[in-house]
């Protein structure tokens, strides 16, 4: 063997146990084993288990711990390493079974050992790496921004006004503590494992699963692409009212909104599309602006008020000021604290702007939480410092006259106002309430307090703008993920990504179209608050996906971020949700309404898609304690359900069997579909067994069950393993069904004998049988499984008949790849009409031949069949007898009330059909003819102990004779039947020789059209009439 360079494609062969020869150059001669598993040089040069001689002092297959054996993705340059298999290791050197071939190719390569020189020169140079952005850039200063806005400069004065500064440092608190627990719990879950592109979306639906992850992430990319229109409107207002004030208008206010607005959000689409780079520039200078202007007012409160500053309420620090402000002061119809809140809650919101771009970061588990946590808390502190600062400097109301001074004659008792200690009477603009300034009335207060107003103007821009910018990035990008999981149609075509970035063009025009409707309306006050409730309501799922997955206790919650609690998530769930509803309630109700859709949708749809969620290991814990709480509830004749192991083989294979036993356990009761394999527990035989398109058969089938495959050395001990084996505490089979061995006369004896060997098995084990024959057969052509139960409805050459793919692509997570089964109709899918189901209840084995009828007629497709229930009897003795089985129905509540008393079931069969017996076993009988010594028949007997001697024969006769006068009757009464169900008879071990046995069943069952459904319970009470 060779062992190839970096930039050599792998086929690495089935182990051989042989050990390696010398290797120089990178060549092996041909003795040497093929184990690429261990090599990491780029070069070629080193053996194939070099490391695990270093590390152990000898040589093995077995590998140290390697990053590449739990990783997903490829490391340039370097070669893919795979961990041995588990039959590599223990195999035996003369194994004949091989494992299945494996693929392994370098990163960057197609795949493939012939490469050319062109393509080797190419690969030398890595590939450039996209841009990505560290916790400063791409998280701290992008949620700053997000969470700076329009409110921040023209509301907090206001609302410090209202509420005065105590309540306004409460509500600024506790809109930061709900913002701050969200931020832990993202840190949580940002923390437990590799953070992929997809933001918000991404982090609930790996951690709550698909259905409200889809949900969450679907409106919150649209909530997004509205907001980017909500913030450009904010700007286009502002510029608009700067306008207007210098007499420039185009068209009307409105109007020039729109235009304004349309051409700010093309520039920032064209900022976006020129790449992340040129996005975070811009974000960086808009960070600098909203800095400066800060700057700006902090200077502004130090410097002393001029004599206009103090006609419009600013006397700088003032202890007064400070005082009276402390104190709220509501006015109008929304002045209380909660109107106030849901006014200032919206500027606290942003912190998931650097989550939403989990995918352009370093190190997302390291940039997410230190990023977004300092943001909140940077933001916290500047929102307490300045409702502090404006609280102190300037009062409530003021006129802007200048003349509205104290005269040096007043005594400044009729003065109203705090403004009445600096020399300046506002009473009459007070006492009329037609004051225009001070921070109850004037918004642009912020503006008037700094050093140079136009900067809190360039602020309110570059807040905007930032805003609106993080939104047109943010959205693409979390929708791009959803797109990719393809969990709703059509939106597939906006998934694609463009450059090194992967950037989502096609999301950034959508995103553009989408906000560009909304500036065209130009009034967003009654779409704002669904927005901000679609945010809250993001939150609130990613408080409680915190919540959960901590609440299960799953091994795989490990997040690396320990400076979270359950309940404070939970905590923090609750109050987004109440918060929603004192923001807006009938937002808030839309905002329910759209997840509950799209959440039925999803599950309606159940996406086949697999990530491992918290809902996974929370119905795992729930199964789990209810299986245990179970052991502790004694068993109760009331309960009982039957609880059936369906010898299936592959389910495919036998569908009409599967469909039966469904139509009596769906939503009642368990099922488990049991198949055996008859070969060598050798891996592709396992695949086999344990294969997930059995289950995807049955689910595609509407089926709800269990499957389980064993592999054993003949078919009855596999059984026997499933009987004894199969179940969970209380949640264990009790009835077996299986198909008619219709082949059991030309297959071998021993096959008859183990056929009823297993019946005999489950009677040992206290198991109810049912033997289920069609007149059809149960099994169906299906090219694409090669192997059946050799058992039942099987030929010879079916039996140990698997086939083994040649080679399969190996991954961490490889699987043997096995075409979808065909889902073949049959007559149990059909609805049944008027038909009747005949059961014939000839001996009592405690009800089950009963109740599995009534179960039947509580489908719809059975419901109508009437159920006719023969019983033997004398015919004296006829009327009274059909009078006491009714009785005995009617106590059971089973709604039967048709009964038949049959006394010709006593009668003599007809002779032709004791001869057609006869000869259906006489390929078994002992040959009467040769004389043999005792000891040689008894060692004969003990050999092959299907064998049928006269003696078995005669001790059988009248029993042989009632199964073949049932027959007669079943024929006379029954042909025109849905389904019949009729007592199994019992052939006493030792007494009765298997393949007589199986030749009564066989004829009691043949020639019949309908399917016949032979039942024997387990001779212990299903059914009762009493109520305890």
Not at 985 to 1013: E, K
């Amino acid at each position: 063997m060779e062992l190839q360079g970096a930039n050599d494609g792998i086929r690495l062969a089935a182990y051989r146990a042989n050990l390696p020869a010398p290797v120089a150059n990178g060549k092996a001669t041909s003795g040497g084993f093929d184990s690429d598993y261990y090599t990491c040089d780029g070069d070629g040069s080193s053996v194939a288990s070099r490391v695990s001689v270093d590390l152990t002092g000898y040589e093995t297959m077995d590998a140290p711990p390697r990053y590449d054996f739990y990783a997903n993705t490829e490391v340039w340059g370097r070669r893919r390493q795979f961990r041995p298999s588990l039959f590599q290791l223990h195999a035996g050197p003369e194994d004949d079974s091989r494992p299945p071939m494996y693929e392994e190719t370098t990163a960057g390569q197609a795949g493939g050992q012939d490469s050319s020189e062109e393509d080797e020169d190419e690969q030398k140079e890595p590939p450039s790496e996209p841009t990505r952005f560290g916790w400063v850039q791409g998280v701290m200063i992008r949620c700053m921004l997000n969470i700076w806005g329009v409110i921040l400069y023209l509301r907090l004065p206001w609302i410090t006004a209202q509420a005065g500064i105590g309540l306004t440092w409460v509500i600024i608190l506790l809109s930061s503590t709900i913002t701050g627990i969200t931020g832990l719990s993202t840190s949580a879950i940002a923390t437990n494992g590799k953070v992929k592109g997809g933001g918000t979306y991404f982090l609930i639906s790996r951690s709550l699963g698909p259905e409200l992850g889809g949900s969450i992430g679907l409106i919150f990319a649209f909530a997004n692409a509205v907001a980017v229109a909500m913030h450009t409107v904010g700007f286009a207002e502002t510029v608009t009212d700067l306008m207007r004030e210098n007499g420039a208008v185009m068209v009307d206010r409105t109007n020039d909104i729109r235009i304004i607005g349309i051409i700010t959000v093309t520039c920032l689409l064209g900022i976006s599309m020129a790449g992340m780079a040129w996005e975070s520039k811009a974000q960086v200078l808009f960070f600098i602006v909203i800095m400066v202007s800060f700057a700006s007012y902090i200077v502004g409160t130090i410097i002393p008020a001029s004599p206009e500053k103090q006609s419009k309420g600013f006397f700088s620090y003032k202890a007064n000021i400070f005082a009276t402000n402390f104190v709220p002061d509501w006015r109008g119809p929304g002045g209380s604290f909660f109107g106030m809140f849901s006014i200032f809650f919206p500027s606290a919101t942003g912190i998931l702007a650097g989550a939403n771009i989990s995918g352009d970061l370093k190190n997302p588990a390291v940039a997410i939480p230190r990023g977004t946590l300092l943001a909140i808390f940077w933001t916290t502190v500047s929102y307490l410092i300045i409702s502090a600062t404006i609280g102190s400097c300037v009062v409530r109301d003021a006129s802007g006259v200048l003349n509205d001074t104290l005269s040096p004659l007043s005594t400044g008792e009729e003065c109203v106002g705090t403004a009445c200690q600096y020399g300046w009477d506002f009473s009459e603009c007070i006492n009329n309430k037609t004051c225009v300034y001070g921070i109850s009335n004037y918004y642009q207060s912020m503006s008037m307090v700094s050093a140079f107003g136009p900067l809190i103007t360039a602020g309110i821009f570059g807040a905007t703008l930032s805003s609106a910018l993080a939104c047109l990035v943010s959205a693409p990008k979390v929708f791009q993920c959803l797109c990719k999981d393809q969990l709703y149609p059509l939106i597939g075509f906006f998934g694609k990504g463009y450059g090194k970035n992967n950037e989502p063009i096609r999301g950034y025009f959508l995103t553009y179209i989408i906000a560009a409707c909304f500036i065209l309306i130009a009034e967003l006050n009654t779409i704002a608050p669904i927005i901000s409730n679609f945010f809250l309501c993001s939150y609130s799922l990613i408080n409680f996906s915190c919540f959960h997955a901590s609440i299960t206790n799953s091994p795989g919650w490990r997040p690396s971020f320990r400076f979270y609690s359950k309940w404070l998530s939970l905590l923090g769930a609750i109050c987004s949700v109440v918060i929603m509803f004192l923001l807006t309630w009938w937002a808030a109700l839309i905002a329910f309404g759209v997840v509950f859709i799209l959440l039925a949708y999803t599950l309606y749809k159940k996406p086949d898609v697999n990530w491992g969620s918290s809902v996974q290991a929370s119905s795992y814990n729930m199964a789990l304690s209810k299986c245990a709480g179970l052991n502790s509830v004694e068993d109760h004749v009331k309960n009982y359900r039957p609880q059936c192991l369906v010898l299936t083989g592959p389910p495919s294979s036998r569908p009409a069997l599967v469909d039966l036993v469904s139509c009596f356990t769906k939503d009642l009761s368990l099922m488990l579909c049991g198949n055996v394999l008859t070969d060598g527990p050798t891996p592709s035989v396992l695949e086999k067994t344990m294969n997930d398109s059995h289950l995807n058969w049955l689910n595609k089938r509407k089926v709800r069950s269990f499957y389980r495959g064993v592999v054993a050395a003949d078919l009855q001990s596999g059984v026997n393993v499933l009987l004894q084996g199969a179940g969970l505490g209380r949640m264990k089979p009790n009835v077996l069904i299986m198909g008619f061995k219709k082949d059991w006369r030309s297959d071998t004896p021993q096959a008859a004998h183990n056929y009823i060997g297993i019946m005999r098995d489950a009677f040992d084990l206290q198991f109810g049988v049912c033997v289920l024959r069609m007149r059809e057969g149960l099994e169906v052509s299906n090219p694409s499984q090669s192997h059946v139960n050799p058992g039942f409805d099987g030929g010879p050459e079916s039996i140990n008949s698997i086939s083994v793919p040649s080679c399969v692509q190996t991954s961490p997570t490889s699987s043997v790849s096995i075409e979808p089964e065909p889902q073949h109709s049959t007559q149990f899918q059909k609805k049944q009409g008027k038909k009747t189901i005949d059961v014939y209840w000839l001996s009592d084995d405690g009800g089950l031949t009963l109740l599995l009828p009534y179960l039947l007629t509580r489908r719809k497709r059975w419901a109508k069949c009437k159920v006719r229930v023969f019983v033997g009897g004398e015919a004296e003795k006829k009327d009274e007898q059909k009078q006491e089985v009714l009785e005995l129905i009617k106590k059971f509540r089973l709604g039967f009330d048709s009964v038949e008393v049959l006394p010709e079931i006593n009668q003599p069969p007809q002779q032709m059909n004791v001869h057609q017996f006869e000869k259906m076993v006489s390929r078994f009988r002992v040959d009467t003819n040769s004389k043999p010594d005792s000891n040689s028949g008894c060692a004969s007997q003990h050999q092959e102990p299907w064998m049928i001697t006269d003696q078995d024969f005669e001790k059988n006769k009248a029993k042989s004779l009632r199964q073949i006068r049932l027959n007669e009757v079943l024929l006379d009464y029954s042909r025109e039947a849905a389904l019949i169900i009729i007592t199994m008879p019992v052939g006493r071990r030792g007494v009765c020789p298997s393949t007589l046995y199986l030749a009564w069943l066989d004829f009691l069952s043949r020639d019949l059209r309908p399917p016949v459904l032979l039942v024997r319970g387990n001779q212990e009470n299903v059914l009762t009439f009493y109520c305890q």
